[in-house]
């Protein structure tokens, strides 16, 4: 005979995943917020200027922000194995991105 599954245990092992994805989406976003400077702005102007951002449709423009974005990785990739390169680097994703914005 077989052994009964256990629902309520393989349901409570389900949440407790899906809880750590979350806490784990949240800090990853607050780390996002903080390499790319924007945590020196107002909340109110952060939060305005990705509710401006959610609306965009222009699919082109959407494309340039992903190649942006994509650079700044690939800089802080780069420059986390270089120890200092990688301040360096982070500081001028900063300064780009403060004068694009």
Not at 25 to 36: C, D, N, P, S, Y
Not at 56 to 63: G, L, V
Not at 75 to 97: I, K, L, P, T, V
């Amino acid at each position: 005979m077989r052994k009964p599954i256990d629902f309520d245990a393989e349901l409570k092992a389900l949440e407790a995943k899906a809880k750590a994805l979350k806490e784990r989406k949240m800090r990853q976003l607050g780390e996002l917020v903080i390499a790319t400077g924007a945590d020196a702005l107002d909340v109110e102007v952060l939060a305005g200027g990705l509710l401006g951002l959610v609306q965009i449709t222009d699919a082109t423009r959407k494309e340039g922000w992903r190649r942006k974005g994509q650079a700044f990785f690939q800089r802080r990739g780069a420059g986390a194995e270089g120890g200092a390169a990688g301040d360096a680097g982070s500081q001028q994703a900063n300064d780009g991105g403060s004068a694009s914005a």
